[in-house]
């Protein structure tokens, strides 16, 4: 039976330096509903199969057993004191993606994701010890940060519709599921009945769960995948394969030059990191304001060295595309909502954030969920990139001031999503010191007029 709170106390913990250990049953009461949630949810991080198959070459097994490391590593944040649901950094995968097909595939292409990620976990480890992350963001033009954000939005848009990619090959399944997502989502007639309806309220809350399941029906009734083939049992990931031939243990420690090649790369990535940071403490204070019988403490420093850690040991263990983020934002916000509702329906934020990790692992495990899914995890895939496309491309306008802003961030971001990192960055400073070195303020004309200015 988990340790009891006082009211207005933060939950039972082991002090670890950094870190407050909790572990489940003991620390904080288990939550079902969660735990089922992650369970099914389980089918959107399967998406990650398809991407590292395309883009590295690696045989589903392989590809398998990064997932299933990832989901244990998932678990760490709640374990090491972070009240968080985390997840990929997808805003940047598209980025990340053409970064990585820079190089040629096999040996060379694996160095690259290595030398990646293996710096933005050091990165990470080092900003969360000295507590400079929001220092280093802070001094990024919000143009350039604009302008990063809007190129992960159309990269994301471009992976799935250039030629001969997914769009080609599942055309029919895509529009209608897409078309779904986006109504489910970000429709404001759904946003209008949803709340006057229970199914539909449920539905709301499940992300982008239902355009998986619409997804396993649509497919093969078009023609476009086959019937799942469901088997029983448990996955069997190639652990082995992955260790000797997919880390640097096999493909070689990567050269220098990579690491400083994928330093835009990595500046890139830890924009969108930091605001999925600020986006966790916001959803954490709203929930904060609604539960004061339990203390939260959401501390962006520690959340740094967890996902730091994540980020360096997969770079040696199993180097993946969508990277080790700190937040899975859909997720925490259905959480963060069920949380609301009161101690008896979730005891303590940690309970609901780690309940749900460990459903999501627990069906990676399953060979009936992941057979299930198999043949539609690139129209998954594709639904979530240009689901991600459009968030990002929306944020990435909200993140620019003033009209001159979005025109660097437009220009920036199209360079970024052509080019690369290192042409977009570099088109983002040269523009933004031709248009704003020694720029007054009163000659800026503000996308949300004088209020914005004034502010």
């Known amino acids: 039976m988990a340790m009891n709170r006082e009211f207005g106390k933060e939950q039972p913990y082991m002090s670890v330096g950094p870190?407050?250990?909790?572990?489940?049953?003991?620390?904080?009461?288990?939550?079902?509903?969660?735990?089922?949630?992650?369970l099914l949810m389980c089918a959107v991080c399967l998406g990650a199969i398809p991407m590292l198959q395309e883009?590295?070459?690696?045989?589903?097994?392989?590809?398998?057993?990064?997932?299933?490391?990832?989901?244990?590593?998932?678990?760490?944040?709640?374990?090491?004191?972070?009240?968080?649901?985390?997840?990929?950094?997808?805003?940047?995968?598209p980025l990340l993606m053409i970064h990585v097909s820079q190089y040629e595939m096999g040996h060379e292409r694996m160095q690259a994701l290595?030398?990646?990620?293996?710096?933005?976990?050091?990165?990470?480890?080092?900003?969360?010890?000295?507590?400079?992350?929001k220092k280093i963001v802070s001094i990024i033009p919000n143009a350039m940060?604009?302008?990063?954000?809007?190129?992960?939005?159309?990269?994301?848009?471009?992976?799935?519709?250039?030629?001969?990619?997914?769009?080609?090959?599942?055309p029919k399944s895509i529009i209608i599921c897409i078309g779904l997502g986006f109504y489910l989502l970000f429709s404001n007639h759904f946003k209008s009945i949803r709340n006057n309806h229970s199914i539909l309220k449920v539905i709301a809350n499940l992300g982008i769960l239902p355009i998986v399941v619409i997804a396993i029906i649509v497919g093969p009734l078009v023609g476009e995948t086959p019937w799942p083939q469901v088997e029983w049992g448990i996955t069997k990931p190639a652990f082995a394969t992955l260790w000797k031939d997919w880390t640097f243990f096999g493909v070689g420690f990567p050269p220098m030059s990579m690491f400083i090649e994928s330093l835009p790369m990595v500046l890139s990535a830890y924009i969108v990191l930091f605001g999925d940071?600020?986006?966790?403490?916001?959803?954490?204070?709203?929930?904060?304001?609604?539960?004061?019988?339990?203390?939260i403490d959401y501390n962006p420093n520690r959340s740094h060295l967890v996902f730091g850690l994540r980020n360096l040991l997969m770079s040696?263990?199993?180097?993946?595309?969508?990277?080790?983020?700190?937040?899975w934002a859909a997720m925490q916000v259905v959480i963060c909502e069920r949380y609301k509702h009161g101690r008896k329906a979730m005891d303590s934020i940690h309970g609901g954030a780690g309940s749900f990790r460990f459903g999501t692992l627990t069906g990676y495990l399953?060979?009936?969920?992941?057979?299930?899914?198999?043949?539609i995890l690139g129209i998954a895939l594709a639904s979530t990139m240009l689901i991600q496309g459009y968030v990002s491309v929306r944020v990435g306008v909200m993140k620019a001031r003033t009209f001159n802003d979005l025109g660097i961030a437009g220009v920036?971001?199209?360079?970024?999503?052509?080019r690369g990192a290192a042409w977009g960055l570099a088109t983002g400073i040269i523009l933004c010191l031709l248009i704003n070195l020694g720029n007054k303020p009163e000659y800026d004309v503000y996308i949300f007029g004088e209020e914005e200015k004034a502010a």
């Open 19 to 38: 870190f407050k250990i909790r572990i489940p049953f003991i620390h904080y009461r288990f939550e079902w509903a969660d735990y089922i949630q992650g």
């Open 412 to 418: 920036m971001g199209a360079v970024l999503a052509t």
């Open 366 to 375: 399953l060979l009936p969920i992941v057979t299930l899914c198999k043949p």
């Open 277 to 295: 940071m600020i986006q966790a403490q916001a959803l954490l204070e709203d929930a904060q304001r609604v539960r004061p019988d339990e203390h």
């Open 114 to 133: 290595i030398a990646f990620e293996m710096t933005l976990g050091i990165l990470a480890i080092i900003l969360g010890i000295t507590g400079l992350g």
């Open 316 to 327: 040696i263990i199993g180097p993946d595309l969508t990277m080790c983020g700190p937040l």
């Open 55 to 93: 883009y590295l070459g690696m045989p589903f097994e392989v590809a398998m057993a990064i997932v299933l490391l990832n989901g244990i590593l998932y678990c760490a944040h709640v374990f090491l004191g972070d009240p968080v649901v985390p997840g990929w950094v997808t805003p940047a995968i």
């Open 145 to 170: 940060q604009s302008g990063i954000i809007l190129g992960a939005g159309f990269a994301a848009v471009m992976v799935i519709f250039k030629e001969g990619a997914r769009f080609d090959t599942f």
